[in-house]
């Protein structure tokens, strides 16, 4: 399992605990005991964080990350390269420190190329599975607790054809503390998975894009027909040009804002401990949904202590 997901387990735990405390009603004795459950999950997360558990990057330290290994290691080319586009239809990035460059090209062949100078073992790892092309940040291995190894921090440039980007199935990142920068791409599905790292992607579009973060943030401009959002101490910034047929949402103290075209319609319902929702648009009520003009999009907003804004396009 990767760091990403221990990390962001137990913040979505955390967050699950204080929900059932927000609306249990059972007494003092079961509030106390969840709210000691809550701290101890909560102490967990600050020891990983600190490094005492795997799955933490300091100054390139890796402290048993576990991202770092992933099977049938053998059948991976080693270093920079490139792979002809026409057989491709998935990208699949795999990187843990440093950055990610998503660059739109006219060429036939997907280029990619990283920090020379690295020893063998510090080079990427490549191959195509299924029409898939999957990038490993560097040679399949272990490390445990502060017995761990040294990943440099690298820079990752990955020229896409746009004949390739307007036919994508699927874009899969996955980084830890790397920051990832793309323009213009296009996908039926998005997954995006970080720690630590942010997430800047202008003029995109896909019919479904799934974050989960624990720190890193997501800027998105463009347009999704569906989104799914999770965060622990994460901002998601969303200018759409068109209204998202569904939001999903689910954030322990991270903030979300979109901005929507200025005729959009949708529902929104936010529940949350003490966070709120600000709406610019004119809207009535009906229980806990506010509405805004008739049908729409559906947006669905769980929070601990953040908050939702939704805006109108300038």
């Given at each position: 399992m990767s760091a990403l997901f221990h990390s962001y387990l137990c913040g979505r735990i955390a967050a699950e605990w204080l929900i059932i405390m927000k609306t249990n009603k059972s007494g003092a004795?079961?509030?106390i005991v969840l709210w000691s459950l809550t701290a101890v999950i909560l102490l967990g997360l600050l020891l990983w964080c600190l490094g005492l558990f795997p799955g933490l990057q300091i100054e390139g330290i890796s402290f048993g990350n576990w991202a770092?290994?992933?099977d049938e290691s053998s059948q991976y080319q080693i270093g920079s390269g490139s792979v002809?586009?026409?057989?491709?239809?998935?990208?699949?990035i795999n990187w843990v420190d440093g950055t990610v460059d998503l660059v739109l090209t006219d060429g036939n062949s997907v280029v990619f190329q990283e920090n020379e100078g690295l020893d063998e073992d510090e080079q990427l790892r490549y191959r195509v599975v299924g029409g898939r092309l999957i990038i490993q940040y560097c040679k399949s291995q272990w490390g445990i607790g502060l017995f761990g190894f040294r990943t440099p921090k690298k820079n990752l440039t990955l020229e896409i054809p746009r004949s390739l980007a307007g036919q994508l199935t699927d874009l899969e990142i996955d980084v830890t503390s790397a920051s990832v920068t793309g323009q213009d791409l296009t996908a039926?599905?998005?997954?995006?998975?970080?720690?630590?790292?942010?997430i800047l992607l202008e003029r995109c579009s896909f019919d479904f894009l799934?974050?989960?973060?624990?720190?890193?943030?997501?800027?998105?401009?463009?347009?999704?027909?569906r989104l799914e959002l999770d965060g622990v101490s994460?901002?998601?910034?969303?200018?759409?040009?068109q209204v998202p047929g569904e939001i999903s949402s689910d954030t322990v103290s991270g903030h979300v804002q979109i901005t929507l075209p200025a005729d959009a319609s949708f529902s929104a319902e936010l529940d949350s401990v003490s966070g709120k929702l600000d709406c610019?648009?004119?809207t009535s009520k009906q229980g806990d949904v506010y509405y805004c003009g008739q049908g729409g999009g559906a947006f669905s907003f769980d929070s601990v202590s953040g908050?939702?804004?939704i805006q109108k396009a300038a």
């Open positions: 004795i079961v509030r770092l290994h992933y002809p586009a026409e057989n491709l239809n998935a990208l699949e039926r599905n998005c997954r995006l998975n970080s720690v630590s790292g942010s799934e974050m989960d973060t624990v720190s890193g943030g997501l800027t998105l401009s463009g347009q999704a027909n994460a901002d998601m910034t969303l200018s759409l040009s610019q648009f004119s908050n939702v804004r």
